[in-house]
């Protein structure tokens, strides 16, 4: 039994993100057409993909969520 792919709502508020002159990539996601709650996942320094355990009810909540992450950790903590 095979399930069907189904296609994705990305935030407006995720892309490239520069701080301190390093740059990663948010996505904030959701599956289309749904009141799903929203994912984060970072793309860091290395590539590495880091995906937030929780989810969030908006997506400002989650694009909230990484700013703080770099104002308590710093941009340079996005590494595998």
């Not at 508020?13 to 740059?23: A, F």
């Not at 880091?50 to 104002?71: K, M, P, S």
């Amino acid at each position: 039994m095979s399930i069907p792919d189904r296609e994705i709502e990305d935030s407006p508020l995720g892309g490239p993100i520069t701080r301190d002159s390093h740059t990663v990539t948010v996505h904030i996601y959701r599956f289309a057409g749904t009141e799903d709650e929203w994912t984060l996942e970072v793309v860091g320094l290395d590539s590495s993909h880091i995906v937030w355990d929780e989810t969030f009810e908006t997506d400002l909540d989650a694009y909230e969520a990484f700013e703080r992450a770099v104002a308590e950790d710093g941009i340079r903590s996005f590494r595998g």
